[in-house]
T-cell receptor, first 113, second 118 residues
Framework: AQTVTQSQPEMSVQEAETVTLSCTYD???????LFWYKQPPSRQMILVIR??????QNATENRFSVNFQKAAKSFSLKISDSQLGDAAMYFC??????????FGSGTKLNVKP | GAVVSQHPSRVICKSGTSVKIECRSL??????MFWYRQFPKQSLMLMAT?????????EQGVEKDKFLINHASLTLSTLTVTSAHPEDSSFYIC??????????????FGEGSRLTVL
C-alpha cells in the first residue's frame, strides 16, 4: 500500500518569507499524481498544486512551487512571499493508478506578521 | 472550479439514531465519489469509494453495515451513519472526481460535515 509521510507536524514562517514543507511517499507504481492540499480553519480542502509523476519539470502555481524528486520519492512544497492567508494545515496527497488518494498526516503552517 | 457541496455542515444526534449526509457535485458529473473521515488534528482516512449505480467499495476496517453509502445519480452520493454512537462523532468529508473537466483526475472536496453523537 502507498504511504505518505509528512515529518513536520508544525512550521512557522515570517510574513513575506519563504517556507518549505516536506513530503515523502512510498510506492511501487511508476505513474501517479501528487498533490498538495490546504485546509484552512473552515475545514474545506483546497487544491494548492499538483504534479504528474511522468513530468520532470516541477509544477509552479504563482507563489507555490514543488521540488519533485522521483527517485528519492520526495515532493516538497515551497511557499514564497508567505502571506497571512497561507496559514492552514497542508496535506500532501498521492493518487494511485486506482484513483485512490492517500494523505499525509499534515503540517500546520503558522504565518507570523 | 468544480464545486462539491455537502449537507448538513453540522449535525447533532442522539445515540442510536441514524444520520444521513449528502454530497453533491454541483457543476460536473461524478461517477466516483469518496468518503473520508477526519479526527481532530489528524489526516483524512479514506472510508469508502462510492460508484454510481453500483455498490460502494469499503476500506479495510470500515463497517459497511454502519456506514451505508448510496450513489444513486451522477451528482449525488449519500453516507448514512446507522445506529450512531459517540465514537462515530467525527468530521466527514466527501470528494468527487471530475473525469471530463479541465483537470481530469483532480479531487474536489465538499465542505465537510461535523457529526456529534450524544
Amino acid at each position: 500500500a502507498q504511504t505518505v509521510t509528512q515529518s513536520q507536524p508544525e512550521m512557522s514562517v515570517q510574513e513575506a518569507e519563504t517556507v518549505t514543507l516536506s513530503c515523502t511517499y512510498d510506492t511501487s507504481e511508476s505513474d501517479y499524481y501528487l498533490f498538495w492540499y490546504k485546509q484552512p480553519p473552515s475545514r474545506q480542502m483546497i487544491l494548492v498544486i499538483r504534479q504528474e509523476a511522468y513530468k520532470q519539470q516541477n509544477a509552479t502555481e504563482n507563489r507555490f512551487s514543488v521540488n519533485f524528486q522521483k527517485a528519492a520519492k520526495s515532493f516538497s512544497l515551497k511557499i514564497s512571499d508567505s502571506q497571512l492567508g497561507d496559514a492552514a494545515m497542508y496535506f500532501c496527497a498521492y493518487r494511485s493508478d486506482f484513483n485512490k488518494f492517500y494523505f499525509g498526516s499534515g503540517t500546520k503552517l503558522n504565518v507570523k506578521p | 472550479g468544480a464545486v462539491v457541496s455537502q449537507h448538513p455542515s453540522r449535525v447533532i444526534c442522539k445515540s442510536g439514531t441514524s444520520v444521513k449526509i449528502e454530497c453533491r457535485s454541483l457543476d460536473f458529473q461524478a461517477t466516483t465519489m469518496f468518503w473520508y473521515r477526519q479526527f481532530p488534528k489528524q489526516s483524512l482516512m479514506l472510508m469508502a469509494t462510492s460508484n454510481e449505480g453500483s455498490k460502494a467499495t469499503y476500506e479495510q476496517g470500515v463497517e459497511k453495515d454502519k456506514f451505508l453509502i448510496n450513489h444513486a445519480s451522477l451528482t449525488l452520493s449519500t453516507l448514512t451513519v446507522t445506529s450512531a454512537h459517540p465514537e462515530d462523532s467525527s468530521f466527514y468529508i466527501c470528494s468527487a472526481r471530475d473525469r471530463a473537466g479541465t483537470r481530469p483526475g483532480e479531487l474536489f472536496f465538499g465542505e465537510g460535515s461535523r457529526l456529534t453523537v450524544l
